[in-house]
């Protein structure tokens, strides 16, 4: 009888815990690419809007704040460029 019960008991855990296991999904890479690439054109996209807004000749105050949102966006992907391309950084920041 115990056995049986022991059994049974372990056949239930193991279906209880198929059910609940997650499906992986997107492996940490892939996420970390889609995330690079999604932000890296927000700041290109912000780059762009900032050398629309000189070029234009726009007021200091809208120039600031195109400059404003430009480095915003780059900040979200610093660490990301810090951490894949140190040389590229070294180059940017040393001249």
Do not use: D, H, W
Request: glycine share 2%; net charge positive.
């Amino acid at each position: 009888m115990k056995k049986l019960l022991t059994v049974l008991l372990l056949v239930v855990m193991a279906s209880v815990s198929f059910f609940f296991i997650k499906n992986p999904g997107i492996p940490p890479s892939q996420k970390a690419e889609q995330y690079f690439k999604q932000k890296l054109s927000a700041t290109i996209s912000k780059l762009t809007e900032l050398q629309v807004t000189v070029n234009n000749s726009k007021s200091n105050k809208e120039i600031q704040e195109a400059f404003r949102r430009a480095r915003l966006a780059y900040k979200q992907l610093e660490l990301l460029i810090e951490y894949y391309y140190p040389s590229l950084i070294r180059k940017v920041n040393c001249g």
